[in-house]
């Protein structure tokens, strides 16, 4: 993770949405260019691949306010619910949101994240939390990634939390994921991947395993939101070959041997730390230095992570969990393309793949995660085409 692989003085050669060539500015100036070829003069920047943003949560309508000034007074969890706010809300959103008015919130959302020079992003549903808005979330994201140059690869997360009205009988709502959302997600191509948040007050190991299960019967592949809170065991989980642990705040000790072998990655989400003022952070040390695969992505999400920013991460995870500008880089591109298993077209700058570029206005990658609060991506490529 600590070798980026920098070429000083280099350059490349995009064609049609890919990357053709790329070396030292000699090496590359030797192609012959097409007539109507341009060429951007990156002199004195850092060029990278774009970020890949492999854990977000961008279907839902209004910011949590309530959360956000009751949690600064100290108020508790249940007594957030009770004024109103909380998840709750959002289901109560998105529920109430027309599919344009969703697909407008997540556009939105994907081009502030271009802005900070992402350019591959993961979107989940999951504050619909009914068959009928679980698909109608999905749809959104689908017509967003349509209106937009980026790559999108979209999650099926019903199995968020228990809604309301299942509170009383949860089997009845995994019974709901299993036998009618996870059909229709994968009958109408609407999602590649089921997500679990498999936690204390959500979803149980045995429940989560039978919706992982439905999952992987209907064809598609799976990920994990887990040891957020507590600890969990992960291999019962790992059976299902999830692309992605996410979260990892609380892993075992015992189960780092195993998760290094897995290519399973540990996907880190500092942002909800920081945004909920936590003091701890996820242990990237102990997870790197066991060989875990560990990528970062923002977990933008009203709630908890509120950012559409992978240069706010970079800083978080350098300051907060001790990891290096370089290793940190790596996690938000190339670890982020393995957690989409998107590796061989994204992440990287390599010829053969997408031509996904963000051009900094910084001297060196290290200021990526040592400037904050402020934004240096100066322009954008997804798959070739220009955004400033
Ligand atoms: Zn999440």
């Given amino acids: 993770?600590?070798?980026?692989?920098?070429?000083?003085?280099?350059?490349?050669?995009?064609?049609?949405?890919?990357i053709v060539a790329l070396g030292s500015t000699d090496e590359?100036?030797?192609?012959?260019?097409?007539?109507?070829?341009?060429?951007?003069?990156?002199?004195?920047?850092?060029?990278?691949?774009?970020?890949?943003?492999?854990?977000?949560?961008?279907?839902?309508?209004?910011?949590?306010?309530?959360?956000?000034?009751?949690?600064?007074?100290?108020?508790?969890?249940?007594?957030?619910?009770?004024?109103?706010g909380g998840i709750r809300s959002s289901i109560r959103g998105v529920r109430e949101a027309s599919v344009g008015q969703l697909a407008g919130h997540v556009l939105r959302a994907l081009q502030e994240m271009a802005r900070q020079g992402t350019t591959t992003v993961e979107a989940k549903s999951g504050y619909g939390l009914s068959l009928?808005?679980?698909?109608?979330?999905?749809?959104?994201?689908?017509?967003?990634?349509?209106?937009?140059?980026?790559?999108?690869?979209?999650?099926?997360?019903?199995?968020?939390?228990v809604p309301p009205e299942y509170r009383d009988r949860p089997e009845a709502y995994v019974a709901l994921i299993c036998e009618q959302m996870i059909p229709a997600a994968a009958g109408q191509k609407l999602a590649s991947y089921v997500d679990v948040f498999c936690e204390r007050g959500a979803f149980t190991p045995e429940q989560s395993a039978k919706i992982l299960r439905a999952a992987v019967e209907h064809g598609l592949k799976t990920r994990v939101h887990v040891c957020q809170l507590t600890e969990a065991e992960l291999a019962p989980l790992l059976e299902f070959h999830p692309a992605s642990f996410d979260h990892m705040d609380y892993v075992s000790e015992a189960d780092l041997p195993m998760l290094a072998q897995s290519p399973t990655v540990a996907t880190l989400l500092p942002a909800a730390n920081y945004f909920l003022g936590l003091d701890r952070f996820p242990d990237a040390r102990q997870l790197i230095d066991a060989g875990a695969a560990v990528a970062l992505a923002t977990d933008y999400n009203p709630g908890t992570s509120p950012t559409p920013s992978m240069p706010l991460v970079l800083s978080v995870a350098c300051t907060h969990m001790k990891m290096s500008p370089a290793e940190a880089i790596t996690a938000a591109t190339i670890n982020?393309?393995?957690?989409?298993?998107?590796?061989?077209?994204?992440?990287?700058?390599?010829?053969?793949?997408?031509?996904?570029?963000?051009?900094?206005?910084v001297q060196d990658y290290r200021e990526l995660a040592y400037w904050f609060g402020v934004n240096r991506c100066e322009r954008v490529y997804l798959r070739g085409t220009a955004r400033a």
């Fill in 132 to 161: 009928e808005s679980e698909l109608k979330s999905l749809q959104a994201i689908k017509i967003a990634s349509q209106g937009w140059e980026g790559t999108v690869v979209s999650t099926l997360l019903g199995a968020h939390v």
């Fill in 336 to 361: 982020g393309a393995c957690a989409l298993q998107l590796q061989h077209r994204k992440g990287s700058l390599e010829p053969g793949k997408d031509a996904d570029i963000a051009i900094f206005d």
């Fill in 28 to 84: 590359v100036g030797r192609h012959t260019l097409a007539a109507d070829a341009e060429e951007i003069d990156c002199r004195g920047k850092v060029v990278l691949p774009g970020f890949v943003d492999s854990h977000t949560h961008p279907v839902f309508t209004t910011p949590r306010l309530i959360d956000f000034e009751k949690r600064i007074a100290g108020a508790s969890y249940e007594q957030i619910a009770a004024a109103g």
């Fill in 1 to 18: 993770m600590l070798d980026l692989g920098v070429v000083s003085d280099g350059a490349l050669l995009t064609h049609r949405g890919a």
